[in-house]
């Protein structure tokens, strides 16, 4: 017993969730349809039977007021009839009994109750081969019972057709749950399969682009399956905006890779006929090697920096942003010493720290340091400023150059962007698209804008506490 169980819940396990709800669905609905027929057929057999009690105490009663002789008296045969009722009277002693035969059958019970020493009573018998239900009570101030008994197969035989009855609307009820469980279960399991639909197409054609088709209307009902399937197009949305960018970086990056790997590989073939050139060619080519080895290790730092979506949680310590701050303008000025930077540090945002990894938060302010030097023209100041606003701190970074044109504002942090008027300058395209990852894994806000009076203002918001 115990191993089909098992093999019938191993069966239910593996059939589709539809079939399984489907099921699940009917079952209810059957049992609910039997329950209600089990308990009508109840009802009715307990109605019937306590209608032919009720015939018999009556028919008892009106016996009692015809009667005048008390004595006993033999059964007479009217049982036979359907609707007429057989009627005897037993006394308590025997030797007292009618002369003529009893038609219904009598027991010691039956003594008793003559003798007033048990209860009326009722019971089922067969009398000339039909079923008869006979009533058994005491006759007031006699030693005699009376005994009355009523055909009882017209009440089989109506309980018996209510069982008929009630059978077929069972049986209809079990067809219509299966019907309606069916029906429930390809109604309320549309929009996973249609979930179930798109995401085997997109395993199968690797194309993040497929949706999933959700109703349309004002009075769309948002339930469960509908949330589920809105989530699910969002999630593809993520995925496909994660794949083109993926795609692009690939792309990008071996676009970048490919010149200075050239490079490399022109100026390594150099020096192997180093017996060939002069020690100025020699020394020249060893700089634009040991130069191009730099920015592809930069190169291939900064991507694998960019690659990384969240900061290292053993990492995160409270730091101090205006330290940074000061550690980050002095080592810029060491690298740019023909800039002038100044920076102004509110009081009130000098002692405030937050939860960050100070090596990336320095990476961060490098890079903004950096790119305003490269485009500040030669003696020209790069301005920084950290201040206390309500419930953040702002930090901005100015330059006095060309500025950044309006088309390419919403470009300036994207992966390897460059505007037309840093085409000539140093670089990879990858300092502020990695100042903004930094940014956010921080939960801080980086942007860029024209300032005002020419050049360009670097705007980073971090909350605090």
């Given at each position: 017993?115990?191993?089909?169980?098992?093999?019938?819940?191993?069966?239910?396990?593996?059939?589709?969730?539809?079939?399984?709800?489907?099921?699940?669905?009917?079952?209810?609905?059957?049992?609910?349809?039997?329950?209600?027929?089990?308990?009508?057929?109840?009802?009715?057999?307990?109605?019937?039977?306590?209608?032919?009690?009720?015939?018999?105490?009556?028919?008892?009663?009106?016996?009692?007021?015809?009667?005048?002789?008390?004595?006993?008296?033999?059964?007479?045969?009217?049982?036979?009839?359907?609707?007429?009722?057989?009627?005897?009277?037993?006394?308590?002693?025997p030797r007292k009994d009618a002369r003529g035969p009893y038609a219904l059958p009598v027991s010691a019970?039956?003594?008793?109750?003559?003798?007033?020493?048990?209860?009326?009573?009722?019971?089922?018998?067969?009398?000339?081969?039909?079923?008869?239900?006979?009533?058994?009570?005491h006759l007031p101030h006699k030693d005699l019972a009376l005994q009355v008994a009523l055909r009882s197969?017209?009440?089989?035989?109506?309980?018996?057709?209510?069982?008929?009855?009630?059978?077929?609307?069972?049986?209809?009820?079990?067809?219509?749950?299966?019907?309606?469980?069916?029906?429930?279960?390809?109604?309320?399991?549309?929009?996973?399969?249609?979930?179930?639909?798109?995401?085997?197409?997109?395993?199968?054609?690797?194309?993040?682009?497929?949706?999933?088709?959700?109703?349309?209307?004002?009075?769309t009902h948002e339930d469960e399956i509908t949330r589920l399937a809105t989530s699910f197009n969002t999630?593809?949305?993520?995925?496909?905006?994660?794949?083109?960018?993926?795609?692009?970086?690939?792309?990008?990056?071996?676009?970048?890779?490919?010149?200075?790997?050239?490079?490399?590989?022109?100026?390594?073939?150099?020096?192997?006929?180093?017996?060939?050139?002069?020690?100025?060619?020699?020394?020249?080519?060893?700089?634009?090697?040991?130069?191009?080895?730099?920015?592809?290790?930069?190169?291939?730092?900064?991507?694998?920096?960019?690659?990384?979506?969240?900061?290292?949680?053993?990492?995160?310590?409270?730091?101090?942003?205006?330290?940074?701050?000061?550690?980050?303008?002095?080592?810029?000025?060491?690298?740019?010493?023909?800039?002038?930077?100044?920076?102004?540090?509110?009081?009130?945002?000098?002692?405030?720290?937050?939860?960050?990894?100070?090596?990336?938060?320095?990476?961060?302010?490098?890079?903004?340091?950096?790119?305003?030097?490269?485009?500040?023209?030669?003696?020209?100041?790069?301005?920084?400023?950290?201040?206390?606003?309500?419930?953040?701190?702002?930090?901005?970074?100015?330059?006095?150059?060309?500025?950044?044109?309006?088309?390419?504002?919403?470009?300036?942090?994207?992966?390897?962007?460059?505007?037309?008027?840093?085409?000539?300058?140093?670089?990879?395209?990858?300092?502020?698209?990695?100042?903004?990852?930094?940014?956010?894994?921080?939960?801080?806000?980086?942007?860029?804008?024209?300032?005002?009076?020419?050049?360009?203002?670097?705007?980073?918001?971090?909350?605090?506490?």
């Open positions: 017993m115990t191993g089909r169980r098992r093999l019938g819940g191993r069966w239910i396990r593996r059939r589709p969730l539809r079939t399984r709800l489907a099921l699940a669905a009917s079952a209810a609905v059957a049992l609910v349809a039997v329950g209600v027929c089990a308990a009508a057929f109840l009802v009715i057999r307990h109605q019937m039977n306590r209608q032919l009690n009720l015939s018999l105490g009556q028919t008892a009663t009106q016996q009692l007021q015809r009667i005048r002789d008390w004595g006993p008296i033999a059964g007479d045969a009217s049982c036979q009839y359907p609707a007429a009722a057989c009627v005897q009277i037993v006394p308590a002693d019970t039956t003594r008793e109750v003559a003798a007033g020493q048990h209860p009326a009573y009722y019971t089922d018998l067969t009398v000339a081969g039909r079923p008869v239900r006979m009533f058994t009570r197969d017209t009440v089989d035989s109506g309980v018996r057709q209510a069982a008929w009855a009630l059978s077929v609307v069972g049986g209809a009820g079990v067809l219509l749950a299966a019907a309606l469980g069916y029906w429930v279960s390809r109604t309320g399991l549309a929009p996973v399969a249609r979930l179930t639909a798109t995401a085997e197409r997109i395993a199968a054609t690797r194309d993040a682009r497929h949706r999933i088709e959700l109703p349309d209307g004002p009075d999630m593809l949305g993520e995925l496909e905006q994660s794949v083109t960018a993926q795609r692009r970086l690939v792309a990008d990056a071996s676009h970048e890779l490919r010149t200075p790997l050239t490079a490399l590989r022109t100026n390594a073939e150099l020096l192997s006929r180093a017996d060939r050139l002069t020690d100025a060619q020699r020394d020249r080519a060893s700089a634009a090697l040991g130069r191009q080895l730099r920015e592809v290790t930069t190169l291939v730092n900064d991507l694998i920096e960019l690659a990384r979506d969240e900061e290292p949680q053993p990492l995160v310590e409270q730091v101090r942003p205006a330290a940074l701050l000061e550690h980050a303008v002095t080592a810029a000025r060491e690298h740019w010493p023909e800039i002038t930077f100044t920076s102004r540090i509110d009081p009130a945002a000098a002692g405030t720290t937050l939860p960050g990894v100070p090596p990336r938060l320095t990476r961060l302010l490098s890079n903004l340091l950096d790119n305003a030097a490269k485009f500040s023209p030669p003696g020209g100041p790069v301005e920084t400023e950290l201040v206390a606003v309500p419930g953040a701190l702002e930090l901005t970074v100015r330059d006095h150059g060309p500025g950044i044109a309006p088309e390419d504002l919403p470009h300036v942090f994207d992966r390897f962007f460059r505007a037309q008027a840093a085409r000539a300058l140093p670089g990879s395209g990858l300092g502020l698209a990695m100042a903004r990852q930094i940014a956010r894994a921080h939960g801080a806000e980086l942007t860029a804008e024209r300032a005002p009076g020419g050049g360009a203002l670097f705007r980073l918001r971090m909350p605090a506490g």
